[in-house]
């Protein structure tokens, strides 16, 4: 009985122990523990032992090479100095043999046993009797309870249940301990993720987002370093975009990772968690020597990976010892990343709402400052208020607010750039323009209303602008870019610049400048310059897109001048015209008309031209009469041809079909047009030798002689002329192509209605000709152009 009550009131000082406080018994935190000390006093006091030694198993990190092992964690009886330090593995001596077989150990002389291996650290030199128990949780060995006797003795069959009761308790309390562990780090976790979500709902900036979740990451799930990449589409690479350490020198992988390399880049492209627990073999975390563990896990939103979350080093939250990641840390960690990347989609959308928001102010600035100078030069015929208008707008503070600007307009021959006008202070008047400018003008309208052209004109900056003039050659230059291509350039340093540029930057004395060119229509007529001389304020590449929209009002409003005034030239002349000539859609129509006209003009004109002939003849040689005779001849011979081209449009003839060989056609007209070609040095290039069709050979030679006519008019001096073809089964092609000017879509639609032309002489009737006469042949007729591209016309004949 007394044994009994022994047995109980040793379980029930123990249980005691273990109950007194919340338990701090862990397998993570190797210091030495005030519980496990009180019970190793108690056990070897009641068991009437001279040691009693836990050893428990050391669950840091380790190689996988590394074996288990066992860690002393209390003693009474050994050296204190070998708790933390004297660890075992199974096998090792009679406690591994407890350990390996998970059975009781008893030794009536432990250093007399073959299985005994000494430990030179903990003293136990002073004891022979050996027991000893394994702790255990199921079949998983979580450590030991050694007992230690100073004589040789065997325990007994009490003292064996006992020391097992008490291995079992052990257990429990270690089981206890960890399922507190794990429910209070639980009750961490979501504290940490309920202040998480609160704090990244006050906030949409992108930065703030990020920093949130990696502070509240390695809180939630204690780790040395929390890094978020965010993907780059741009690049193809994973970006750090935040790192959250207490490391002072960093020694992460910052650098893009690719799709697939590393850690991040691995979790990134197969869309799932990666860990790493044994950092030193792992050929993927090259770069994280030193460490021991890493666990990414990629960041998804609407199926599309945006980034990955990289945790470095798992820490216990007590300790802070490295330990390993579990599977609770992968599935709490991929929580949030889906947590951070709803997050770092809400803020990215609201940033870019903010960009457009922004972007939308700046553009509204910019219409407001256009719609202002539009209104300013609407209607205005007179091209220096136009100019001092656009110009004021370009310089003044609530406008685009550059310090100088000027405008240079290509005279009548193309030959020379010119200064206009310039708007800009002297170095001088640049304080007292300054300082007075904002108090007596607060608006744009007040600097556009305050704009005196007779002022301007006579400004020092203006004479020095009147004054540029830059020949245009064909050296290569940024100018000669400009009026070429229509293209801006934001010249940053003059110093680099050569030739006209460095000339031209000399005359205003211009270290920095914008250069846009001024269209009107197809065609470029000066240049915008505008410069920061005074506050060295750096022009911006995207503050050209204004500066061109600008300087392209300025084109239209200029044009709008000179059309007005060729406007009021032709009113004059329409004030003699008595009718309207009114086109019909429908050829026919037209032809039926105009056949009629010219009927009765042929007659009449054949008789004035052969009476002015025979005038001619009877005047001498010398005489005035003659010459204005000869006037006359010619301008009846160009009515006659006008006359001739309408009746060929209105006719109707029989066909009458040969075999006609398309090349000689080709032939013929070059011969007849030889002096024409050698004069403009037009190169006619005939590129087959054959091209056998069946045609009417009258018709088929006026159409492919117009379609010629005009390919030469089109190609400026030196241009270039081919005549091609080929066939199929079925059709006959011919190709007639030139390097000419081209035309644009709308030219292309109207290109074959009778009596449209582009050029100043010409009746417009070729090309409708042309076509009439390939429709005779049930044939079609086709045209590929671009403007300043040439043209290409195309020929199908059945065969």
């Known amino acids: 009985m007394d044994r009994i009550e022994k047995e109980l009131n040793l379980l029930r000082r123990i249980s005691s122990i273990l109950l007194a406080e919340p338990p701090r018994i862990s397998l993570e935190v190797p210091e030495q523990s005030s519980v496990l000390d009180k019970l190793v006093f108690e056990i070897a006091s009641a068991m009437e032992a001279e040691a009693a030694t836990i050893f428990l198993r050391d669950d840091a990190p380790k190689r996988e090479s590394e074996p288990l092992s066992f860690l002393i964690r209390a003693t009474y009886g050994l050296n204190s100095s070998c708790v933390g330090k004297t660890r075992i593995k199974p096998h090792e001596g009679l406690a591994g043999t407890a350990i390996a077989e998970r059975r009781i150990v008893s030794v009536p002389d432990g250093q007399s046993d073959s299985r005994y291996e000494y ?27 050694v007992l230690h006797f100073a004589e040789n003795r065997s325990a007994s069959g009490d003292e064996i249940r006992i020391i097992a009761a008490l291995a079992e308790q052990l257990g429990f309390a270690l089981e206890n301990a960890r399922l507190y562990t794990e429910l209070q780090e639980r009750m961490s976790a979501r504290i940490q993720l309920y202040e998480m979500m609160r704090a990244l709902s006050d906030t949409m900036n992108l930065k703030n987002v990020f920093k949130e979740i990696v502070l509240r990451v390695r809180k939630i799930i204690p780790s040395k370093a929390a890094i978020i990449r965010i993907f780059n589409v741009e690049t193809n690479k994973l970006h750090v975009e935040t790192i959250s350490t207490e490391e002072e020198n960093s020694i992460y992988s910052l650098e893009p990772q690719d799709l697939g390399q590393g850690v991040a880049g691995q979790a990134a492209r197969h869309v799932k968690p990666v860990l790493v627990n044994e950092i030193e073999n792992d050929p993927r975390v090259a770069d994280y020597r030193g460490l021991h563990n890493i666990l990414a896990v990629p960041l998804i939103y609407n199926n ?38 709803e997050s770092y989609s809400k803020a990215e959308l609201y940033s870019e709402m903010e960009s457009i928001a922004l972007t939308f102010k700046r553009k509204n600035q910019e219409l407001m400052i256009l719609n202002k100078i539009s209104r300013e030069i609407h209607g205005s015929t007179s091209a220096d208020e136009i100019l001092a208008t656009i110009l004021t707008g370009v310089t003044a503070g609530y406008g685009l607010g550059y310090n100088r600007a000027m405008i240079l307009l290509l005279d009548g021959e193309m030959r020379s750039l010119n200064g206009a006008m310039g708007i800009g202070p002297g170095v001088e008047e640049v304080a007292r323009v300054w300082s007075e400018a904002p108090e007596r003008l607060r608006t744009l309208d007040e600097y556009l209303i305050s704009a005196d052209v007779a002022t301007i004109l006579k400004s020092p900056f203006n004479q020095i602008a009147r004054k540029i003039k830059i020949p245009i050659t064909g050296e290569p230059s940024l100018i000669s870019r400009v009026l070429a291509e229509r293209k801006s350039f934001n010249i940053k340093n003059t110093s680099l610049l050569l030739g006209s540029d460095k000339l031209f930057a000399q005359e205003w004395k211009s270290s920095a400048f914008a250069l846009v060119p001024l269209c009107s229509k197809d065609l470029v007529i000066g240049i915008l310059a505008a410069d920061n001389i005074f506050n060295q304020r750096p022009i911006q590449d995207e503050e050209l897109i204004l500066l061109q929209t600008i300087a ?7 044009e709008g001048a000179r059309m007005v005034d060729e406007l009021n030239l032709a009113m004059k002349r329409l004030e003699v015209v008595t009718g309207k000539l009114i086109e019909s859609e429908k050829l026919a129509t037209i032809g039926e008309m105009a056949a009629g006209i010219a009927h009765d003009i042929r007659n009449p004109l054949t008789a004035i031209g052969g009476f002015t002939k025979r005038m001619a003849r009877r005047l001498p040689v010398d005489d005035e009469g003659r010459r204005y005779a000869g006037i006359i001849e010619s301008e009846v011979e160009r009515l006659e041809k006008l006359c001739a081209d309408i009746l060929q449009l209105a006719s109707k003839r029989d066909m009458s079909k040969t075999v006609v060989n398309a090349v000689e056609i080709a032939k013929n007209w070059k011969i007849r047009n030889e002096t024409r070609l050698r004069r403009k040095k037009v190169s006619f290039k005939i590129e087959i030798d054959n091209l056998q069709i069946s045609c009417d050979q009258i018709l088929f030679d006026q159409a492919v002689s117009n379609i010629l006519e005009n390919a030469f008019d089109a190609v400026d001096t030196g241009g270039d002329i081919r005549f091609g073809g080929y066939s199929d089964e079925k059709r006959v092609y011919l190709k007639i192509s030139d390097n000419g000017c081209g035309m644009t879509t709308d030219q292309i639609e109207k290109i074959f209605e009778a009596f449209y032309t582009t050029k100043t002489e010409g009746t417009g009737l070729g090309l409708a000709i042309a076509r009439k006469a390939i429709s005779a042949h049930n044939g079609e007729i086709g045209i590929e152009s671009k403007p300043g591209q040439g043209t290409v016309f195309t020929i199908a004949l059945p065969k």
């Not at 903990?122 to 060995?141: C, D, K, Q, S």
């Not at 392209?552 to 200029?558: D, E, K």
């Open 119 to 145: 430990k030179q650290e903990t003293g136990e030199e002073r004891y022979h009797g050996f027991l000893a128990a394994p702790i255990m949780r199921g079949n998983e060995v979580l450590g030991i309870l």
């Open 304 to 341: 599309r990976v945006v980034g990955t979350i990289e945790l470095i080093g798992r820490e216990a939250s007590e300790s802070g010892r490295t330990i390993p990641f579990t599977e609770q840390d992968i599935k709490l960690l991929t929580v949030l990343a889906q947590i951070a990347a």
């Open 552 to 558: 392209n009002q300025c084109g239209l409003a200029l």
